[in-house]
């Protein structure tokens, strides 16, 4: 079936580094991708998104790219925090009611 | 989170009985969704709602049903629990389809089924 997956499970950076967590989806017909942030105990908080008619997007620290093509998707963060720690999501939409598809997620660990 | 209630937050139940989880918003949304999060699956989808008595089936519904007879109440219920739905339980919902920034999920609910 349809999935989106992650490259990496686990990322740790220094503190004030950047950060790029990558995600890989197979449905080339996915019109609409989202990153979320999920902290411990937490449901998942929106970081981000980008429609398929574009490949980039810049928010407050972070930037998402989406390459089609080989249809691969990251998020960075800019000056990475001890606040940014937390499980990194990614997820499409086929826009059929609503539904995301998300995938397992990234851990992400700031060092100080 | 504001505007969007799950309960009970944590439940231990006994396989075979039944368990029903609420969600509940403030916000009139008209969509809502139940997801559950295991290790190694990310958040995986049980069931949504586009209306009130509008329900469908996610990837993974076997041993859940759900209700919604308000706007603002989506009930999941497992007639009979059993082992391996043992998992965080999330509740979302959502105004516009397909747009993730007015997807709002609750502070989710463990259930652990012994």
């Known amino acids: 079936g349809e999935s989106v997956g992650l490259h990496l499970p686990t990322l740790s950076v220094q503190e004030g580094d950047n950060s790029i967590i990558n995600c890989a989806y197979s449905?080339?017909?996915?019109?609409?991708f989202i990153w979320y942030k999920q902290e411990s105990g937490k449901g998942p908080q929106f970081i981000i998104d980008?429609?398929?008619?574009?490949d980039k997007r810049q928010g407050q620290r972070v930037t998402v790219l989406l390459n089609k093509t080989v249809k691969h998707l990251s998020l960075q963060i800019a000056a990475t925090q001890p606040g940014d720690s937390a499980v990194y999501f990614c997820?499409?939409?086929?826009?059929?009611?609503?539904?995301?598809?998300f995938g397992q997620g990234t851990e992400l660990s700031v060092k100080p | 989170d504001a505007g969007i209630t799950q309960s009970p937050r944590h439940k231990v139940t006994e396989t075979g009985t039944p368990v029903t989880l609420r969600c509940h918003q403030t916000?009139?949304?008209?969509?809502m969704y139940w997801y559950r999060q295991d290790p190694g699956h990310g958040l995986r989808l049980i069931h949504y709602?586009?209306?009130?008595?509008?329900?469908d089936k996610g990837e993974v519904s076997d041993g859940y049903s759900v209700s919604r007879s308000k706007t603002e109440d989506f009930l999941l219920t497992l007639e009979s629990a059993t082992s391996s739905q043992t998992s965080v339980y999330f509740c979302?919902?959502?105004?516009?389809?397909?747009?993730?920034?007015?997807?709002?999920f609750g502070s989710g609910t463990r259930l652990t089924v012994v």
């Open positions: 979302a919902i959502s105004e516009l389809p397909g747009t993730g920034y007015g997807y709002t």
């Open positions: 449905n080339s017909a996915s019109d609409y």
């Open positions: 980008i429609r398929s008619n574009m």
């Open positions: 997820a499409e939409s086929f826009n059929q009611g609503g539904k995301l598809i």
């Open positions: 916000e009139n949304h008209r969509y």
């Open positions: 709602s586009y209306g009130v008595k509008d329900t």
